[in-house]
C-alpha cells in the first residue's frame, strides 16, 4: 500500500511588501526561508486558538488527525445494516478497493475539513452528501 501524504501544499499571495519584510527576516536569519517563515506563522496561530479548535473539534464530534475506513469495515457496517457520518479535522482517506455501491450504502455524510482522499467514483458518488 502506498504511503499516505501527510501534508497539502496551498499557494497563498502576499503583498509585495509584506514578501519583502519575510525576505529580510530570512535574510538576517531568523528563518532558514520563507516557507520556514509561513509555517512558524501559522503554528503560532493554531496554537494561540488551540482551545477554540479543541471545543469545536468536541462539540462537532470530529476526528482528530487521520480516519481510514477500509472495505472490511464499511462490509461489516452494511452487514449490521449501520451507516457512519465521516466528520474529521485532519485526513480522511477511503481504500481504493471501495466501490461507490458500498459508499453509498455505509457512509451517510462527509464532512472534512482538512483533505479527503478517495477514489475517484466513490468521492463523486459521495458528492452530495459532502458538506
Not at 16 to 38: C, H, K
Not at 91 to 112: G, K, R, Y
Request: net charge neutral.
Amino acid at each position: 500500500m502506498a504511503e499516505i501524504e501527510k501534508s497539502e501544499k496551498i499557494t497563498i499571495n502576499l503583498g509585495l511588501v509584506d514578501l519583502g519584510q519575510i525576505d529580510l527576516l530570512v535574510d538576517e536569519g531568523f528563518y532558514a526561508n520563507r516557507t520556514d517563515f509561513i509555517r512558524t506563522a501559522i503554528r503560532r496561530q493554531l496554537d494561540s486558538r488551540a482551545s477554540a479548535v479543541d471545543d469545536t473539534v468536541e462539540r462537532r464530534a470530529l476526528t482528530l488527525g487521520t480516519r481510514h475506513v477500509s472495505r472490511r469495515e464499511l462490509e461489516a457496517l452494511r452487514g449490521a445494516g449501520r451507516q457512519i457520518e465521516l466528520r474529521v479535522l485532519g485526513l480522511a482517506t477511503v481504500a481504493d478497493d471501495v466501490s461507490p455501491e458500498l459508499a453509498l450504502a455505509t457512509i451517510a455524510s462527509v464532512e472534512v475539513l482538512g483533505a479527503f482522499r478517495a477514489p475517484r467514483a466513490v468521492k463523486a458518488a459521495l458528492a452530495p452528501r459532502t458538506t
